[in-house]
């Protein structure tokens, strides 16, 4: 099967050529839904507010973190809204509250703790592809977890939900207006199928053990040299180990290809902005 790149581009009309329509994820706003809803949709984004807070923003050094987080499109809350649930009891409910009215609000529809985001749009993947429909990467929230979907868009002609469940009752949660709650992208049908995992001796492959070794050694002397200059300080100080840091994996060493260390999505075209 051929794989096509996920940078594709959403909102691209449906009369351009074959080619462009093999990379195009199409989204059709809603019958009600005016062409303002297209703002709910964003390329992701690399930060993350726990990642600022880290110390000296150490959780960016993590390349697989960062490219994780802008793999594909958010679609973000359309409104200010906080929700609670009583728990596993018969007469438990969600208790949902909207800053002000809005079609596309949250809503308690599956119940067992389940809150509920229609999404104003039918997305349409080209043959071969589904959409993989998500949280946003790397974006905890307490007291809740989403729940992770795979879509049929390739010819599902009807919308689909994003759902959080809550996972601790009795408690307040609460949702920024603009805050992302779902993460988009398409996925080739086959792919999985296609592969398979098999476990093998690392001798088999000499030069990969080598590269290997010589990785364990280099980040062993790392960690020894950063031990060393933390002890030279006084223990209520932070020495500064930033350039004893490896990065060898965010300048890709070693790799034979371009060493991609964040995703870019392609980028929203607003098709009904006729402006």
């Not at 009807?158 to 307040?172: A, L, V």
């Not at 086959?190 to 010589?214: S, T, Y």
Request: aromatic share 12%; net charge negative.
């Amino acid at each position: 099967m051929e794989k096509a790149s996920i940078s594709q581009h959403l909102g691209q009309p449906a009369e351009t050529t074959s080619a462009d329509n093999s990379q195009t994820l199409i989204a059709y706003p809603l019958p009600g839904a005016d062409a303002s809803v297209a703002g709910l949709l964003r390329q992701a984004r690399p930060s993350r507010d726990w990642m600022d807070k880290s110390a000296a923003k150490y959780a960016y050094r993590c390349i697989p973190l960062t490219a994780a987080n802008t793999m594909g499109w958010e679609y973000v809350n359309p409104v200010t809204c906080e929700f609670s649930w009583g728990g596993f009891t018969p007469d438990a409910d969600i208790k949902v509250w909207v800053e002000q009215g809005h079609r596309w609000r949250p809503r308690s529809h599956f119940g067992t703790g389940v809150v509920t985001w229609e999404l104003p749009f039918l997305f349409r993947t080209p043959p071969g592809y589904g959409l993989v429909v998500t949280g946003p990467a790397n974006h905890d929230k307490n007291g809740i977890a989403p729940l992770d979907g795979f879509i049929r868009t390739d010819w599902l002609p009807y919308p689909f939900t994003m759902n959080w469940r809550i996972t601790e009752p009795n408690k307040t949660i609460r949702f920024e207006q603009g805050e992302p709650i779902a993460r988009i992208f398409p996925y080739p049908l086959g792919l999985l199928e296609d592969f398979k995992i098999e476990v093998r001796d690392l001798d088999e492959n000499p030069d990969f053990f080598e590269d290997f070794r010589a990785w364990a050694q280099r980040r062993k002397q790392n960690y020894q040299q950063r031990e060393q200059v933390q002890q030279s300080v006084s223990l209520d100080k932070q020495a500064d180990t930033d350039s004893l840091w490896s990065k060898a994996y965010a300048k890709g060493e070693g790799a034979d290809e371009k060493h991609q260390t964040v995703f870019k999505p392609g980028k929203i075209v607003n098709c009904l902005d006729k402006n």
